[in-house]
Every structure is written in C-alpha cells, then in structure tokens.
C-alpha cells in the first residue's frame, strides 16, 4: 500500500505518537464537535481553508499561523480523514501537499469505517501548543486554473468525477445536496466521466491499485498524458487527484479547485450536455 | 439534515427521504442511493434520527442503509417531484 494510505491498524497503533497528528475534516463542520478519534483536531474546509473575502484559499502565511495555532510542526506526520468517504480529507490532503507539507496521510476508509468498524470516538478536544510551522509557496503543478483547463480540451486527459447524472447534466450537485446553483449544467467538452465513487469500496477505502488502473483504463484514461481532475467545488476531484497521482504514481496530475461552479459559470466557454464526452 | 424540507424545494425536486430503525431506536450509520445501472451516486450519514434524505430526479433509485454490522436496501420509483418516504427497520 501507497505510504500516503494509513490503515485503522496503523492509526490506532499512533494514537498516542508524539509525531503524529490527526486532523478531521468534514463537509459537516459540526460532526467533529459530538465525536472524533481520540486525540484528532479539527480543520474546517471553509473557515479555515478559504480566504474571507476571495474565491480563493488562504495564502501561505495565513496558512503557516493556521497550522502554528493548531500545533502542527512542519516535521510532523499530519493523518487526515474524514466523512463522505474522505471527500473533504483528501482534499485537506491534496491541500497539505499543495503547500509543501513533507508528510501528509489519509486513514483509508475515513470516519466511515472507523465509526462501521465500530472503534473508539470522543468528545474531548486535545490541547495543543502552539508551534511556528512555515507553510511553502503552492506547488501549482498540483493546482490547475480556468485557462488551462479550456486550452486543455482536446488535449490532456481532462477528468469529471462527478455522478453521470451531473456530468450529462441532468442534476447540479450531488444528490444529498439542494440542486441548487445559478450555474448551467453539463461538462467540459472532451472530460471523460469517472465518478470518484468507483475508486472506493463501499465502507469508504480504496480499492486495489490493480483495480483502480483498470477503472481508468477501461473509462479511456490516457496514461501517458497529462490530466487535470474536476467536480464541483473541487473536494471530490481531490479523492481522485489522491487515487492518480498518490496510489497510481502519475506525477502530472492537477486538481481544478474552481471545478464546475466556476466553468459552469464562465461566459463563452464550450459545454456539453449528455452521457458522451463531446468534440472540440 | 433539517427535519422540514423547505416547502419551495418540494415543488422543484424529487426528495428520497426515511428513517432507518434499530428495533425501536434510531440507527447510526450512513444512507447510500444508486441509480437505476446500481451505480453509486451519494451517501449521507443518518442524522441522531436515524433520518436521511436525497435531492435527485423522478427515475427508479435504490437506498442501501449501512451500520454496524448490517446492512438493507430498498428501490423505489419516484415519478414526479416531491418527497417520497423510504423507511428501514433493521
């Protein structure tokens, strides 16, 4: 197993590591606040990770006094998980590396397991003392933009995880979500659609390695290309970002953040609607 | 999760909705509905009601209830908008 994958063995044996820290990230913010694993703090998606005031993440330094305040050294191993089958957490991952983070972790199969596995969950939030944690510049090659998702049409592997229903645009948004969203719906013209769902198994871990280039290959992956990973807000392309370029080992992969609320929103960009990828 | 699903969003979308029971107690654990092909769409956890509920379209869906140690699922044919109920006693 990749080392970017830790097991429920593995953390329960580092619950009480020095080294170690784990950190919950949900899109229920509040779930953290009636249980958690033992020792684990707390990182809020949207609080904590978006800029105020921008459509944008916080900047290094904002990000380096966030992390000293929680007591996160840069030596540290931080463990991330989390509910929706990791959504959130991969994307705190893909978020850590973004910024340099040396040693960065997801607990396979999140909350979900841990809570079907039936293991320990407590209310007590640890203390910890501050540290001086110094985050890096964002390594953009992990980061991709509007532009270059567009004049990568045609061109890289461009790949909508979304569920089939919104990349053929017939939903908005996932559907434990309002469909709600003043956006158009459909996909970017050439993506193929892989829902980040068929990487992970039912109690939310991820399938083999075997078993994941063949879901590619069989969607029409182009393993010699490069690829740039979308869904809506970004958090799902993350658990895909984490299977290509953490499990798989393909070093030319990127995450589009702006994902589909913000190509769904652009003036005079090519969309297609309907189960096929589309043309040029 | 909300108990009350606003009244507006009743007029405008397909609403899959339960409850999942443990003999007479709310069930912890998660909701998961797949499509028509038995594809995954989207999970949610059960609320300290044992409740779930799921924005979709009118098509056939099915809802899989997980918790510890079992598991049960059921299809339904939502045919227009508005809230259909789906409810699991375990």
Known sequence: MSTALVTTEWALAHLDDAKVVFIEVDEDTSIYETNHIRKAIRLDWREDLQDKVRRDFVNAEQFSELLSSRGIKNDDTVVLYGGNNNWFAAYAYWYFKLYGHQDVRLL???????ELDGLELVSEVPARAATTYVAKAQDLSLRAFRDEVVSSIGAKNLVDVRSPDEYAGRLKAPAHLPQEGGQIAGHVPTAINIPWSKAANEDGTFKSADDLKKLYADAGFDFNKETIAYCRIGERSAHSWFVLHELLG????????GSWTEYGSL???????????GNV | MA????????LTQAIIEGRVC????PATGY???????GDFVAEVPLNANGQYRFFARPATWTVKVLV???SAEKQVVVQSVGA?????SL
């Open chain 2, 31 to 37: 909701a998961r509905l797949h499509d028509a092909g």
């Open chain 1, 267 to 277: 003036v005079g960009v090519p969309v297609a609607v309907g189960d096929a990828p």
């Open chain 2, 84 to 88: 259909t109920k789906l409810e699991f």
């Open chain 1, 250 to 257: 393909l070093s030319k992969v990127k995450n589009y953040d």
């Open chain 2, 22 to 25: 443990l003999g007479e107690n």
């Open chain 2, 3 to 10: 108990n009350e699903v606003d009244p507006a969003l009743l």
């Open chain 2, 68 to 70: 510890p140690g079992k």
């Open chain 1, 108 to 114: 396979d199969g999140g909350r979900k397991k841990w």
